[in-house]
């Protein structure tokens, strides 16, 4: 197991931008594949995306590309979600995730969660 921790959220503009942290601690960080998941209120968690184990492969959905970057570090064991050009619609709860293997993009698939930081663009 792996425990997560999110930093970076909070209220933005739209057309703004943020970046999000996420931290682990416990196993090593650099064998995981390493998820950003979203869920909105009312909604289902729905994938946005994920980096491989070396940082060498990227995986985003449809609705996020050119606006948003995954990227790691996996000597500081964090991974990070920087977000630009944010529209109202992608205000959510976002998730930090981790699992062994390859990437998926179904949150079920996912090991380990972090406790969410939550992510408001306002109009």
């Known amino acids: 197991q792996v425990q997560l921790v999110e930093s970076g959220g909070g209220l933005v503009q739209a057309g703004g931008s943020l970046r999000l942290s996420c931290t682990a601690s416990?196993?090593?960080?650099?064998?995981?594949?390493m998820g950003w998941l979203r869920q909105a209120p009312g909604k289902e968690r729905d994938f946005v995306t994920a980096?491989?184990?070396?940082?060498?492969?990227?995986y985003y959905a449809d609705s996020v590309k050119r606006r948003f970057t995954i990227s790691r570090e996996n000597a500081k064991d964090t991974v990070y979600l920087q977000m630009d050009s944010l529209k109202p619609e992608d205000t959510a709860v976002y998730y930090c995730?981790?699992?062994?293997?390859?990437?998926?993009?179904?949150?079920?698939?996912?090991?380990?969660w972090g406790q969410g930081t939550q992510v408001t663009v306002s109009t």
């Open positions: 980096i491989s184990w070396s940082g060498d492969n990227t």
């Open positions: 995730a981790a699992r062994r293997g390859a990437y998926r993009t179904d949150p079920t698939l996912y090991d380990n």
């Open positions: 416990g196993r090593t960080f650099s064998s995981y594949v």
